[in-house]
């Protein structure tokens, strides 16, 4: 087999269909007839990392049981499609799950390690019988455990580096790279996870929620692949979220900053953190759908840049606002770091310009701290605490554009005249490109219906998208 690397990332809502296993296997077998040695990184199955984020609060009262039960049903029943003997293959993880359950709950409470291992037993079961099925296929493949494979940077706090953990992905910062993963002799397909790793300790770790493209990239960089496949469950990258409008637009082909920039503010399509890889190796990345696989989808590389002035809207949701009286650099740097222990994500820093602060609440091991509680942290801070005020449930729409043109002008005289729904804020960036509404949470799309008819679908330039949400449906049914 040739080592002309390709990467393919299936997502969960790939793997957890027999019918979409029956594609996969297609569309390995035609990378390996077209000279590619396919590399797969596979999540969890859909919805079974919700279920490990829950089983985990079940075991420190010791009702975990079952809620296992429970996913190894809906393992057992894919197994069974798949014919395949899902008891037999899978009987050792579960046993790894339950015992650190039962850790969990003899000493009541939560370590950000055994989050990390028992979240991690969603790939480690959806990629043992992905390989097995490939096999039984007649295609030869090999199961790596993606622990031995990547290895993490040290976190900022105990928190984040077991649950949102970034790998080195340069070769040349990688010496044991070659040594871990040296398939000179082995001609096998492999197949792995995405969403884990192992700390310089061994510890296992995680790469984020939804961390699986970030796998996929930091694979593809390390082999120095022809290309990267991210197969989800619409055909590519869209103007906005197409399961909530489905007006949005295909965007055909877009660059890696433009991709990263729609990713960081919320297009779940792609994670941001999986850009900087592929990026860095120049290696193109492909869009696709499981579901639609004769869709061309999108293409996301250093030569496809999207020329049209606004290329599309992002959303992020269920955000914590953070407002204050300007402070001096350190100062906001302090309270971020503060937030940031606290299980905080930051989404938007106007904290200098206009006393604004957005983060995302991402600590699923304790609720989010109320005012009163952050308050008390922040008595040794009365700078701070004096002027803050808190307000939660609230959303951020963000329209990503060219840096140059008066696209963000004629958004903002649009937005003054629309007088049935009320926006929060409004933080225009002209230089970068980006235009972003805060809102409530109840009003988010709403908001981004407007701003996604004022942008798009009133624009002249429409026609450089690719067909519409609807009209792909259309078209398949």
């Not at 096998?188 to 796998?215: M, N, P």
């Not at 120095?224 to 989800?232: D, G, N, P």
């Not at 779940?268 to 696709?288: M, S």
């Not at 225009?428 to 709403?446: K, M, V």
């Amino acid at each position: 087999m040739s080592d002309k690397w390709i990467v393919l990332k299936f997502g969960g809502s790939s793997v957890v269909e027999p019918r979409h296993w029956l594609t996969i296997a297609s569309q390995i077998k035609h990378k390996i007839e077209l000279g590619y040695r396919p590399f797969l990184v596979l999540s969890a199955l859909k919805n079974v990392s919700n279920l490990l984020e829950g089983l985990i609060h079940q075991a420190v009262s010791g009702v975990y049981q079952a809620p296992i039960s429970r996913i190894k049903e809906l393992h057992y029943q894919l197994a069974a499609n798949l014919n395949l003997e899902g008891e037999q293959l899978l009987t050792f993880w579960f046993s790894k799950l339950s015992a650190v359950c039962g850790e969990i709950h003899r000493q009541g409470y939560i370590e950000p390690k055994q989050h990390a291992k028992v979240l991690a037993m969603g790939e480690l079961l959806s990629s043992t019988l992905g390989a097995a099925y490939l096999n039984q296929q007649g295609i030869d493949t090999h199961w790596k455990d993606a622990r031995q494979l990547l290895v993490s940077k040290n976190g900022s706090d105990t928190y984040h580096h077991f649950t949102d953990a970034q790998c080195y992905y340069e070769a040349e910062s990688e010496p044991l790279w070659g040594h871990r993963l040296n398939f000179a002799d082995d001609q096998h397909v492999i197949v792995t996870q995405g969403f884990i790793a192992s700390d310089e300790q061994g510890e296992t770790v995680l790469l984020g929620r939804e961390g699986s493209d970030t796998s996929a990239a930091y694979f593809g960089a390390l082999l120095a692949a022809s290309r990267i496949e991210i197969w989800t469950d619409v055909p590519g990258v869209f103007t906005y979220n197409p399961n909530l409008l489905a007006e949005a637009r295909q965007i055909p082909h877009l660059g890696y900053q433009q991709a990263r920039r729609l990713a960081k503010f919320g297009a779940k399509v792609l994670h941001p953190r999986a850009i900087a890889p592929a990026e860095y190796a120049a290696i193109p990345v492909l869009v696709r759908s499981t579901r639609h696989p004769k869709l061309k989808g999108s293409l996301i590389s250093s030569s496809q840049l999207f020329k049209r002035d606004v290329i599309g809207l992002a959303s992020e949701t269920e955000l914590t606002r953070f407002q204050l009286q300007t402070l001096n650099e350190a100062e906001g740097a302090r309270f971020i770091e503060l937030l940031t222990e606290q299980g905080y994500n930051l989404i938007l820093d106007a904290i200098n310009a206009q006393g604004e602060l957005l983060m995302s609440y991402a600590n699923s091991d304790s609720p989010e701290p109320q005012k009163a509680q952050l308050m008390a942290l922040l008595k040794y801070h009365p700078e701070i605490q004096k002027s803050l005020n808190i307000s939660y449930k609230q959303a951020l729409i963000t329209v990503i554009g060219q840096q140059e043109g008066a696209w963000i002008d004629n958004l903002s005289r649009s937005l003054s005249k629309q007088t049935t729904l009320n926006s929060q804020a409004q933080f225009a960036y002209p230089q970068l490109g980006r235009f972003s509404l805060l809102c409530t949470h109840q009003q988010c799309l709403l908001w981004a219906k407007y701003l996604h008819q004022q942008s798009i679908e009133n624009n002249p330039e429409a026609d450089d998208f690719g067909p519409s949400w609807k009209e792909i449906v259309q078209s398949v049914e």
